[in-house]
């Protein structure tokens, strides 16, 4: 049972790096979601898929983009790393049904310095 | 104003202790109230899950529902050290554009010591 796969677990990069986060589900479900997670900030909505195919944006998008590759597949990317994109990234995946309820990867810790 | 509030504490009681942790929301289009549970370095996972007003007991846990006061509350009784983590409160509405995004709170950090 795999569920919420997220790739890698720990990245260090250098201002003005670029990366990409993969993360993967085998649940079928539709929507995908990517958050960061800071203390005393709790969880916060970066982008969001609700289905295969659209992408939306969440509470704090800027310097982030998102692929959904497929239905599996949501990969979040930083194109010139800041350090204020320190962070935890957390995927999650759930049904697009009103009770809902989402399945959280382990978590991908980044330092940028 | 964020659509969810909830202190963060951090909250410490002794083994034993009954610990009430609340949220406050803003969107009466909420209409599914849950408590996700997070370890120190694991992603959350849902504790429990609650429709509309009213109360859900399961084991040591009740959460309430208020939807007149848009307030909702997790109890937990007899608190054990493994209770240790952050809870984070959940909600989502039943339709339109968003419909299964879930909003959270901040999460309230709890320490259950011996």
């Known amino acids: 049972n795999a569920g919420v796969t997220q790739t890698p677990k720990f990245q260090v990069l250098k201002t003005g790096q670029s990366m990409t986060l993969q993360c993967a589900q085998d649940?079928?479900?539709?929507?995908m979601y990517w958050y960061r997670q800071d203390p005393g900030m709790g969880l916060r909505l970066i982008y969001y898929?609700?289905?295969?195919?659209?992408?939306d944006k969440g509470e704090v998008p800027n310097g982030y983009n998102v692929s959904r590759l497929n239905k599996r597949e949501f990969s979040l990317r930083l194109e010139s790393a800041a350090p204020s994109q320190t962070s935890v990234y957390f995927c999650?995946?759930?049904?697009?049904?009103?009770?809902?309820?989402?399945?959280f990867g382990q978590g991908t810790r980044l330092t940028v310095v | 104003q964020k659509e969810v509030e909830q202190d963060p504490g951090p909250l410490s009681v002794p083994e034993g202790a009954i610990v009430s942790l609340n949220c406050t929301y803003s969107n009466s289009a909420f209409q599914y109230f849950m408590w996700y549970r997070q370890y120190s370095r694991k992603g959350p996972e849902l504790l429990m899950y609650?429709?509309?007003?009213g109360n859900k007991e399961d084991g040591r846990f009740t959460a309430q529902v208020d939807k007149s006061s848009k307030y909702i509350s997790l109890f937990i009784r007899d608190s054990q050290p493994s209770d240790s983590a952050t809870y984070l409160c959940?909600?989502?509405?039943?339709?339109?554009?968003?419909?299964?995004?879930?909003?959270f709170g901040r999460g309230t950090q709890l320490t259950v010591w011996p």
């Open positions: 999650a995946s759930s049904e697009r049904v009103p009770n809902t309820e989402a399945f």
């Open positions: 898929s609700a289905s295969e195919g659209t992408t």
């Open positions: 959940a909600m989502s509405a039943s339709g339109g554009s968003t419909l299964g995004r879930l909003y």
């Open positions: 609650t429709y509309s007003s």
């Open positions: 649940m079928n479900h539709n929507s």
